[in-house]
């Protein structure tokens, strides 16, 4: 049966993100970039992790874009969003919502998604 808990895009959430090769998973911050219209009465919702990597956030490869209000949203540390690596995630594996991205932050996400996928 699908959750009947809601996440908006944008919003900043606590997830176990797999680690590369999927041996195990930690707890991580993530970016919602689905919208509700889209996984509303789905199980899962698509995510793109953030990552406190320095390097990621100081000279960020293509896909990744450094948050300039990582601090307003909940993180603790300056934090690079990876769009790069999008995945989908059991709505019920979510442990909790930090906040929602800055208007200022989530218009580069955008873009980045729209060159992404082509749209």
């Excluded at 049966?1 to 797999?18: A, K, L, R, Y």
């Excluded at 998973?25 to 996984?39: G, Q, T, W």
């Excluded at 999008?86 to 909790?96: F, G, H, Q, T, Y």
């Amino acid at each position: 049966m699908p959750s009947t808990t809601t996440f908006e895009h944008g919003q900043v959430v606590v997830v176990n993100v797999p680690f590369t090769g999927q041996m195990g998973s930690k707890p991580r911050p993530a970016l919602v970039v689905s919208v509700e219209a889209f996984h509303g009465k789905l199980p899962d919702v698509i995510v793109c992790p953030i990552s406190s990597q320095p390097r990621l956030f100081g000279r960020p490869g293509p896909g990744d874009h450094p948050l300039a209000h990582w601090k307003a949203v909940g993180l603790r540390y300056p934090s690079t969003a990876r769009l790069s690596n999008p995945l989908a995630v059991e709505k019920k594996l979510i442990k909790r919502v930090l906040g929602t991205l800055h208007p200022g932050d989530l218009a580069p996400v955008h873009q980045g998604l729209r060159q992404a996928f082509g749209l």
